[in-house]
């Protein structure tokens, strides 16, 4: 079945990096956009970014925007979101999710928690 | 950026009632390909979210009938005909016509 599984989240100081990744399964990954989507403790949500189904495009939230780099790897089914200089605001359970036709997000994974705390 | 602002943030329902969350953008969704990139998604607690309702209206794979949306330009709302015990969660409208993709505050729906 349609799988997305994100790992490389934990607790990490204030101005360190972090790199997460998410395992892609049961679809023609390289056919597709994927997005980073990230929700605070007890708030709501908030798009990170986007890239191509090639790579060739990425937009990025003016949060993170020259800190962190999405990027993905399509021999691997693999995508990753490079976190540096993190900040305490970047707590969150980070998603990752498909971009299918008509610019909807239609499979989520159960997300990463990433904590940066002191 | 285009702010979505959704009303009301808490809807307590009774079980088997209707439910209707409206969502409001700052500018109109409408995109130059012509259609209006206004989504859905419901949160259970606990889970991550899940698409209800893609391009204004059309509901998603397996979502029940007793979702519906509707809405133009700026203005939309989701309708739950008859909510059941499952809908409880946190229901986001997002817009995907311009980035940065921009979501609700969310509306919680609890059972009276």
């Known amino acids: 079945q349609v799988q997305l599984v994100e790992s490389g989240g934990g607790v990490v100081q204030p101005g360190r990096s972090l790199r997460l990744s998410c395992a892609a399964s049961g679809f023609t990954f390289r056919s597709h956009g994927m997005h980073w989507v990230r929700q605070a403790p007890g708030k709501g949500l908030e798009w990170v970014a986007v890239i191509w189904y090639d790579g060739s495009n990425k937009y990025y939230a003016d949060s993170v925007k020259g800190r962190f780099t999405i990027s993905r790897d399509n021999s691997e089914n693999m995508l990753y979101l490079q976190m540096n200089s993190l900040r305490a605001e970047d707590t969150a359970v980070y998603y990752c999710?498909?971009?299918?036709?008509?610019?909807?997000?239609?499979?989520w994974g159960q997300g990463t928690t990433v904590t940066v705390s002191s | 950026d285009i702010v979505m602002t959704q009303t009301p943030l808490s809807s307590p329902v009774t079980l088997g009632q209707p439910a209707s969350i409206s969502c409001r953008s700052s500018e109109s969704l409408v995109h130059s390909d012509g259609n209006t990139y206004l989504s859905w998604l419901q949160q259970r607690p606990g889970q991550p979210p899940r698409l209800l309702i893609y391009k204004i209206s059309h509901r998603f794979s397996g979502v029940p009938d007793r979702f519906s949306g509707s809405g133009a330009g700026t203005d939309f709302t989701l309708k739950i005909s008859r909510v059941e015990a499952e809908d409880v969660g946190v229901y986001y409208c997002m817009q995907a016509t311009q980035f940065p993709h921009t979501f609700g505050q969310g509306t919680k729906l609890e059972i009276k």
């Open positions: 999710v498909r971009w299918e036709d008509n610019r909807v997000m239609d499979v």
